[in-house]
């Protein structure tokens, strides 16, 4: 009677090792998976336009954008790329104090060069 009941303590054992390692393993691969950029609202991957982070702020709507195979022609070593949703007052905003310019719109965003100097 002791036998079988130390078999089955072992079994429950050996199902909550395997399942403890598995568990290990999926946080494991979600670590490694892609982070925030290039994610746009839908929640899809947008290859156009690569977000790095928010330009004022981590919260700012705005995004300082990254290169892409899209996005290369407007990149100037002397401005920032951001990337606004279109429509947003926070864009408009660029324009009349940091002197941005709109360089193209995409996929739901305006984009602007705004100078650094």
């Known amino acids: 009677m002791i036998n079988v009941m130390q078999g089955e303590i072992a079994g429950k054992m050996k199902i909550s090792i395997q399942l403890l390692g598995l568990i ?48 290369n022609q407007f990149l100037d070593d002397a401005a920032d790329l951001v990337s606004c949703p279109t429509g947003y007052e926070g864009g408009k905003e660029l324009v009349k104090t940091k002197h941005a310019t709109v360089v193209a719109q995409k996929n739901g965003y305006t984009l602007y060069t705004v100078p650094r100097r």
């Open 24 to 71: 290990a393993v999926m946080l494991a691969i979600n670590a490694c998976g892609p982070q925030d950029g290039g994610v746009v609202a839908s929640g899809e991957v947008d290859h156009d336009l690569y977000f790095v982070r928010g330009y004022r702020s981590d919260s700012d709507p705005c995004k300082l954008t990254g290169e892409t195979g899209f996005t």
